[in-house]
């Protein structure tokens, strides 16, 4: 049976037709970061209408919005990127990827799952909420960017500063990243990883390869450094987090030549770590292995996100019941999975959740997310709301 045909009471019938057209209307906005292409203008309008004042807080070619309902404590926000990840081949594609297309009860597009389908569900929820409850308990929010899937300077991180700099601050957030790996609900994200990357350069003594002792190889030098580091246990995790991780991403030496030893070598590495070390301790301890394997080197660092956790509280416990109550099911927490823009709120929010669509599709050649689950989807945020903010919970 068709997601449109099935029995429905009036307000969940208009917000399943509502949330599966404006899903596919955001898809056709070709929105490649950081461009994007009208999807920010058509949220404005439909928030506008059901009473949120919306500012732009635009910084070089990205769009930025924060739209806020109520000044009331608590203050919930729901964030999110209208940018996508580029179509890749189009002939590859089994439909446009930029017209989303329905085949077998799902709705494919570029942006389907990852995430214009929770941006969707996003706005019908808040018109949903707004109409059963014109006058709730606390505030609503929405922050959304064009710069999420991208190098993330001028997006979510620049609406940050500027509400830190007026002193505003949110209660809980909700992050609509496709959190979910089998079925809408399974589970949700709670925190992240944070991510520490270093560039090492080890300096040797370039020569001819035949004269090894009038020269200093940088590879030989670091090969047992390298050792080490890869089998040092950086820390233990915790109940939330996996033990952090150290990889080499690149690594090179050499002139090019067969018969010359390299003067330099240059190694690009990355910490993933948990909230059981800081970026100070990893680095510490990381220079100290080098320093005790005598080595003439640079290093330059770059923290690229802070890890960040939500145990349990109002939301996460708002969240399981929402989703326990849409879908039936138990939702398994996670902190797995790279970076979102959760980094940033974490700067001005305790609490933070991600819950979005399946994620077997994002990124590659016909992402689709299925017709049934973007209805469901709006109604666990529509939940969470309730159970926040209505009167009447």
């Known amino acids: 049976m068709s997601v449109r045909t099935q029995a429905l009471d009036p307000l969940a019938q208009a917000t399943t037709e509502a949330t599966i ?131 993330a300077v001028d997006g979510t991180v620049a609406v940050v500063e500027a509400l830190r700099h007026r002193g505003e601050t949110i209660d809980y957030c909700i992050v609509g990243e496709p959190s979910s790996v089998h079925r809408l609900g399974d589970t949700a994200k709670n925190g992240r990883r944070g991510s520490l990357s270093a560039r090492l350069t080890v300096h040797g003594l370039q020569g001819h390869i035949a004269y090894p002792q009038l020269a200093q190889n940088p590879i030989h030098l670091v090969a047992p450094a390298i050792s080490e580091l890869a089998t040092t246990v950086w820390d233990h995790g915790n109940a939330f987090f996996p033990p952090t991780s150290w990889q080499i991403s690149n690594i090179h030496a050499g002139t090019g030549a067969g018969n010359v030893i390299p003067g330099t070598l240059t190694l690009d590495c990355n910490f993933r770590f948990s909230t059981a070390s800081t970026p100070e301790q990893l680095q510490h301890r990381f220079r100290a292995i080098l320093d005790r394997h005598r080595l003439t080197y640079d290093l330059a660092w770059t923290l690229g996100a802070k890890p960040f956790l939500t145990g349990n509280g109002a939301l996460v416990e708002a969240a399981r019941a929402a989703i326990q109550a849409e879908t039936g099911l138990s939702v398994e927490l996670s902190t797995a999975g790279g970076t979102s823009d959760g980094r940033f709120i974490a700067e001005i929010c305790p609490e933070i959740i991600e819950i979005g669509p399946v994620n077997a599709t994002i990124h590659q050649v016909d992402e689709c997310v299925a017709l049934a689950d973007l209805p469901k989807l709006a109604a666990i945020y529509r939940q969470i709301m309730k159970r926040l903010l209505a009167d009447d919970v």
């Open 21 to 151: 057209a404006l899903t596919r209307q955001l898809i056709a906005c070709r929105s490649v970061t950081p461009d994007d292409a009208g999807c920010l203008p058509i949220i404005t309008e439909r928030l506008r209408a059901v009473g949120f004042d919306c500012a732009y807080f635009d910084r070089g070619a990205v769009r930025n919005l924060w739209a806020r309902r109520g000044d009331a404590r608590p203050l919930l926000c729901l964030a999110g990127h209208t940018d996508v990840v580029p179509s890749g081949p189009a002939e590859r594609w089994r439909s446009n990827p930029f017209q989303a297309s329905e085949r077998d009860g799902f709705l494919y597009g570029r942006g389907a799952a990852d995430m214009k389908g929770s941006l969707a569900a996003f706005v019908t929820a808040v018109e949903a909420f707004v109409a059963e409850q014109p006058a709730p308990r606390g505030s609503l929010a929405l922050l959304l960017t064009s710069d999420e899937e991208g190098d």
